[in-house]
């Protein structure tokens, strides 16, 4: 992501802001693994979209109309001390040059500083329950101002919902995003194709996961997006497993749910395959369809369609399936009323997809299912998962869970999926395990 792209988000939210109010954005901060062991660093997403800096420790704040630059940055100063222990800091000089802020101050004087910056202000634009610590300091810095009312200084007397505006904001995609996210489904689905072709009968859950994440950073993302899950056998229908530390065993299906992060942008991908390579009769009757449960409901991404559309379009083929097989009895219509499918499809059919793998946006806008338009990424992922000892349901279908997931972005015309390059149908995944 270029700088520009940075500069053009910035200048959008503040042309929807105006020139009494400021916005105040800090970043993540630094998350102890255990004892004194750091978790790997990532910037808070809404921080880092419009700001582009990688670096804990750090504020943004947006004043519309400052004479003196409207995008400040808090950040660490250089330190060579500190900086031979952990790397190197921009400092404020490299906020400005590298980071293209208008202005940069050390983080340390932030309490002495952005309280300046709140002076005369009509509202702050900020997002409150993120960071508490933080709130309470936000707090702080506006009690003390009204302190000084006296002397004429003035209140900010209005707290506004960044994350609602920069939320919407998000969930639009711009050209550099797509391009992104392209590239974060393409590593993901090379990492899917790799554990197809060295899954077999005997390995370890978290062996395969361990092909996933080789694939990723060998592919330029250095994590993935979320916690990979691997489940095999009984584990497939358990629907946030990620334990992946069970043998898998020969004539079960393994279920991998597994997205790559490039460049802060997600991928999330689901396919379900034999462990053996070879679908059983009951195991590839369940997984026809869920298949044809998601190309329905990929065929109702376009836009003018709403959000629910999708998901709808699933659960008739679903229903309708479980009816054929025996596992659902009565008729479709009062089936679909009762919603009978969900003992064994209790998820939704998708997300938004983004920054974070379960990306923000709403989902309604008042009452209604948002209308899906061009530029919006979502997941279309729908699933059966048939737990052991399921009372009503023959044996046969037990420990069977089937999830299959791709990556959708609405175009002008359609839609196109970014994560097509892993097989989906089971003759081709049988053929590329066997080769």
Not at 195 to 221: I, R, S, V
Not at 302 to 323: C, M, R, Y
Request: some cysteine; glycine content about 8%.
């Amino acid at each position: 992501m270029n700088a520009q792209e940075f500069k053009r988000r910035r200048r959008r939210l503040m042309q929807m802001m105006d020139n009494d109010s400021v916005a105040i954005l800090p970043t993540a901060p630094v998350r102890i693994r255990n004892r004194d062991a750091e978790y790997p660093f990532r910037p808070d997403s809404d921080f880092y979209y419009l700001t582009g800096f990688p670096e804990p420790e750090a504020v943004a704040v947006l004043v519309p109309g400052r004479e003196h630059g409207e995008y400040i940055l808090f950040c660490r100063e250089n330190d060579p001390e500190m900086e031979t222990w952990n790397g190197t800091r921009a400092g404020q000089e490299g906020a400005v040059d590298q980071y293209f802020a208008d202005d940069s101050f050390p983080i340390d004087d932030i309490d002495d500083i952005l309280p300046g910056l709140l002076e005369n202000k009509e509202r702050v634009f900020y997002t409150m329950g993120t960071l508490p610590d933080f709130d309470q300091r936000l707090i702080g810095w506006v009690n003390r101002l009204r302190k000084q009312s006296r002397a004429g200084i003035h209140t900010p007397g209005e707290f506004v919902a960044l994350d609602h505006f920069v939320h919407d904001m998000r969930l639009y995609k711009s050209s550099a995003e797509i391009k992104a996210m392209r590239q974060a489904a393409k590593i993901s689905s090379k990492a899917h194709i790799r554990a197809m072709q060295a899954c077999k009968p005997g390995m370890m859950e978290y062996q395969l996961e361990a092909d996933l994440l080789h694939t990723f950073m060998y592919g330029g993302a250095r994590s993935p997006a979320y916690s990979s899950i691997v489940g095999s056998g009984a584990n497939g229908c358990i629907l946030h497993y990620i334990e992946n530390t069970a043998k898998m065993k020969d004539g079960d299906l393994v279920l991998i749910d597994a997205g790559a992060e490039y460049d802060c942008y997600a991928a999330d991908i689901s396919r379900t395959f034999p462990v053996n390579g070879q679908y059983s009769r009951c195991q590839r009757a369940l997984y026809e369809i869920v298949l044809q449960a998601q190309y329905a409901a990929i065929e109702q991404v376009k836009p003018g369609n709403h959000w629910n559309d999708p998901h709808e379009a699933a659960v008739k083929v679903i229903t309708q399936g479980l009816k054929d097989l025996g596992i659902l009895k009565g008729s479709i219509k009062n089936l679909l009323k009762n919603e009978s499918y969900k003992p064994y499809y209790m998820h939704r059919t998708g997300h938004w997809l983004g920054m974070d793998v379960h990306d923000v946006g709403d989902y309604k806008v008042e009452t209604e299912w948002r209308v899906l338009e061009p530029g919006m990424v979502l997941t279309v992922e729908p699933g059966l998962y048939i737990a052991g000892g399921h009372k009503g349901v023959a044996k046969k279908w037990w420990d069977i869970g089937i999830r299959i997931e791709d990556d959708v972005l609405v175009t002008k015309d359609g839609c196109e999926v970014l994560t097509a390059d892993v097989p989906k149908e089971p003759d081709e995944i049988e053929t590329l395990m066997a080769s």
